[in-house]
C-alpha cells in the first residue's frame, strides 16, 4: 500500500501542534517556556535551573500544587497573588533568589503549608496571620531585610520544630507566647534588633537542642535555663533597668554597685531583692554578680 504524502504531512502536524500552537488551553499553563498540565502537575522542582525575571503570576493555575520549589536560581520581584490559590501547596521553597517586597498576607492562608523556606532574600515582613499555618514544621526567613516585630501568632504553631529568623532587622520584644512552642528544637534569633527581657516562658520549650540569641539588645535578668553560648552577646546601652539597678545613684553600674551587692550577701544588710536579684530566682548570690560583671564588661 502507498503512503500518500498528504497523510505523512497530517501526521507531522498532529504530533507537533504543541509545539506550533503552544500549550493547550484550559489543560496547560505555559512556565518558563515548558507546558504542565493543570490537573496533574502536584511537583513542581527548578532547583537551580538558571531561571530569572519575576515568578509568573499563572503559577496559581497548578491548582493541585504541593510541592512548589525554585530554589538557587536568579527569581525577582514579589511573590506573586498566583502563589495564594495553590491551597494544596505543602512545600514553598524560594530561598537564594532575590526576592524582594512584603511577604503577603495570602501566605498565612495556605493553611496545609508544612515547610517554608524564604531565606536569603530581600523579603521585608513576618505576615501577622502567621499563626494560621497551624501545621506548619518548618520556618526559614533568615538572611532577609526583615524589620518589625514578631508577630504573637506565632504562639499558634505548635507543630513548629525549626525557625530560623536570623540576620534580620527584627526589633521589639520576643513574645511571650514564645513558650507555646513546645516542639521546638531549634530557635535562631542572632543578629537582629530584638530587645526587652527574654520571657521566662521560654524555658517551657523542653525539646530545644539549639538556641542563638547573640547580637541582640536583650536586658538582663537573663532566665536561668538560658546559658552563656544560648545568650551571648547582647548590646544592653540602651536597657532601661540600668537606672534603676544603678545602686548607688552614679549613673552607671560598676565595681562600686558591686560592692554593695556584696555586702548585702555577706552581712545580709541592705538588700534591695527587687533590684539586686538579677537572675530574678528569688536570692542575692555570686551569680547575681556575675550578670553583673557581664553588663559592666559588655
Known amino acids: ?3 500518500r504524502p498528504i497523510y505523512i504531512l497530517s501526521l507531522i502536524l498532529f504530533y507537533s501542534i504543541d509545539s506550533i500552537w503552544g500549550c493547550v488551553d484550559d489543560i496547560e499553563v505555559e512556565l518558563w517556556d515548558e507546558c504542565y498540565n493543570i490537573e496533574e502537575t502536584t511537583i513542581l522542582n527548578l532547583f537551580d535551573s538558571n531561571l530569572s525575571g519575576e515568578i509568573p503570576n499563572s503559577i496559581g493555575s497548578l491548582v493541585n ?11 525577582t520581584g514579589d511573590i506573586p497573588e498566583g502563589v495564594g490559590d495553590l491551597e ?24 496545609n503549608l508544612r ?33 518589625g516585630e514578631i508577630p504573637s501568632s506565632i ?6 520544630t525549626y525557625l530560623y529568623l536570623n540576620n534580620n532587622n527584627l526589633n521589639g520584644e520576643l513574645p511571650e507566647s514564645i513558650g507555646n512552642l513546645i516542639n521546638l528544637e531549634i530557635l535562631s534569633l542572632f543578629n537582629n534588633e530584638l530587645d526587652g527581657e527574654i520571657p521566662m516562658s521560654i524555658c517551657s520549650i523542653e525539646n530545644i537542642q539549639y538556641m542563638v540569641l547573640d547580637n541582640n539588645q536583650f536586658c538582663p ?20 533597668y540600668i537606672d534603676y539597678c544603678d545602686l548607688n545613684f552614679d549613673g552607671q553600674i560598676d565595681i562600686l554597685d558591686i560592692i554593695m551587692v556584696l555586702h548585702c550577701i555577706v552581712d545580709n544588710d541592705g538588700c534591695d531583692y527587687l533590684c539586686m536579684d538579677y537572675n530574678s530566682d528569688n536570692n542575692i548570690d555570686v551569680f547575681d554578680i556575675i550578670l553583673m560583671i ?3 564588661l559588655n
Open 1 to 3: 500500500m502507498t503512503i
Open 65 to 75: 500544587l504541593v510541592s512548589l520549589i525554585l530554589p538557587f536560581n536568579q527569581l
Open 88 to 111: 494544596n501547596l505543602e512545600i514553598l521553597d524560594l530561598r537564594n533568589n532575590q526576592i524582594e517586597g512584603e511577604i503577603p498576607d495570602f501566605i498565612g492562608e495556605l493553611v
Open 115 to 147: 515547610h517554608i523556606f524564604l531565606q536569603d532574600n530581600l523579603l521585608e515582613n513576618i505576615p501577622g496571620n502567621i499563626g494560621n499555618l497551624e501545621n506548619l514544621i518548618e520556618l526559614d526567613l533568615h538572611n532577609n531585610n526583615l524589620s
Open 155 to 160: 504562639e499558634n504553631l505548635g507543630h513548629i
Open 221 to 240: 535578668p537573663y532566665p536561668e535555663c538560658l546559658d552563656e553560648n544560648e545568650i551571648g552577646f547582647q548590646d544592653t546601652s540602651e536597657c532601661t
Open 294 to 296: 557581664n553588663i559592666i
